[in-house]
């Protein structure tokens, strides 16, 4: 399991089942939710000034496109350029509801990115994401 | 050749008809001594040429000449004079007549070279005097006002036509500066036009500008100007012009509708984003609820059953939801790749994914893409097309007989067709012609249908300039017509 993720996603409703579904599924133990891009940015922001930043940061962001205040694309620019070498080992997940196979191209080419999600979020889909290269270690003690 | 001769002194007649005789054998003479008897003969009688004496008994000198001007027929006119009178006979000519004689330098080849010029001069002078009637008309009687502007800007002449465009009565009215009649805004326009062309020769320049009428209001006139000061005969810029006020306003009332067009539109298709949008949001959310919940722990039947509907509805709504983005896609044109591509290809990976529902459908269909293998358009798009065209046969089959289905592609004038006919239910052309690509539109109680395939079917080729057109009769079959550009745009 992933001791620690961020949900970032204005939907309450969404938040709560994706909890559900993380929990479910046995994919990670806690969940930190923000409501934008800029409470997500925020929180790393926060996180980089502490003593020991390896505790307590979140592994996987699962992020929304579409929000308010900050949408996805503008905190992956952000995060990437500001972060990227302050937190390497963190990754995005992608998880929204358009319908453009070209927004998924673009999201894919930034390194952090490992996976670009349709909504809604499937028991199928996170145990699927469980085998991906850049987090699959966190569930092999497990199984 | 008829000659008049109005001339009073027998002895001088005498030798004038000798000598005429001399040079113009064949002349025929008339012979009259006063004015008055000329006329008449004139007005009876149709002459070649007149020799007139100026010293008659009932007329002399410039009257003669001046009561001939009046008649409606005008021989050509050679004055006689005496030596004496030689000056007489020189500004006889300013009253135009054709030439003066000195009676005592006259002879047969003099006078015959005389009448000659004259009657030819005659002639010049009438076709002229017809071509400038011609022209005149014209100018007057033409539409379009013509002025003429001298190199300082002024107008020294205007048309009939010009002056009623501009509302005026006649040129009494006008002061005739071009900078008082244009409009201020187009003030400068002007001057930067007329100063563009004044240096070059037959320059000509076009625009479009405001002036005033003589009521006071402003109309718009499209003008050219065209320099022609170089023209000794003209000398000065010549503008023609026509009143465009209600095309002008025709124009100004069509852009302001597509520009309230322009924003309606723009802002329904940000509607149908955000609609679209935040509609999958909480729908997104419904289907997550129903994939996660426990089914199991539901054990009352009531429940049961209404969780089941539920779960119906919000699949259904998704369909919907998906169908919508899917029109709204494909009229925003994104994810298009046009090249050439192949029909046979296209066709065979449709089919292919066809034939798992339909098993048998190798033995229903046939295809002919040999007369035109190649077709310039997105290859989702034709696959799609042929998937919606083949499957719709198939669901609209005629029970008592096999279905065939039959596929062709030919050249029709500048365009590529294809055709796809069936032998299967038709469809009364009369019903469905206005609504058969329409949207939601459905013809039968077919729970599959739901009114969208010949609408994309439809959308995709208008997106990418083709066009589909459908040919029916009931319980005979169907025929679907598609027209592609056949060139690369």
Known sequence: ?143 | MNVLIIEDNEGDFFLVHEYLLEGIPNAVTTHVSFLADGLNAIENNFFDVILLDLSLPDSKGDNSINQLKLLAQQPPIIVLTGTSDKQMGINSLRLGVQDYLVKDEINGTILQKSIRYSIERKNSLHRLEQNEKRFRALIENSTDGLAEINSNGVITEMSQSALKILGYSSKVDLNFSTLNFVHPDDLKKILLLFNHILPEHNKIKATQFRVKRADGNYIWLEANFHNLLHEPAVNAVILNFRDITSRIQNEQDRKILIDELTASNTDLKQYTYLASHNLRAPLTNLISIINIMDWDVIKDENCLSLFKAFKESTFQLNDTLNDMIEVVLVKKMINITLKEISFEEVYHKSIQLLQTQVPQLGEILTADFTAVPLVYFDAVYLENIFTNLISNAVKYAAPERPLQIKIKAYFKDDTIQLECTDNGIGMDMEVVKDKIFGLYQRFHNNEDAKGLGLYMVQSQLNALGGSIGVNSTLNKGTTFTLTFKKVAV
């Open chain 1, 1 to 143: 399991m992933i001791p620690l993720v961020i949900s970032v996603d204005d939907d309450k409703v969404t938040q709560m089942l994706n909890q559900m579904i993380f929990k479910r599924s046995g994919f990670s133990t806690n969940t930190i939710t923000c409501m934008n891009g800029r409470e997500a940015l925020q929180f790393f922001e926060k996180k980089a000034t502490e003593a020991d930043i390896e505790v307590n940061t979140p592994a996987l962001i699962f992020l929304d496109l579409n929000m308010p205040i900050m949408n996805g694309w503008e905190f992956l620019e952000t995060f990437t350029q500001q972060f990227a070498t302050v937190f390497p080992s963190v990754k995005v997940v992608v998880l929204s509801s358009t319908i453009n196979p070209l927004e998924k191209e673009k999201a894919l080419k930034n390194k952090h990115v490992i996976d670009f999600l349709c909504k809604p979020l499937t028991l199928e889909m996170v145990a699927a994401l469980k085998n991906a290269s850049s987090i699959n270690h966190y569930f092999k003690k497990n199984n």
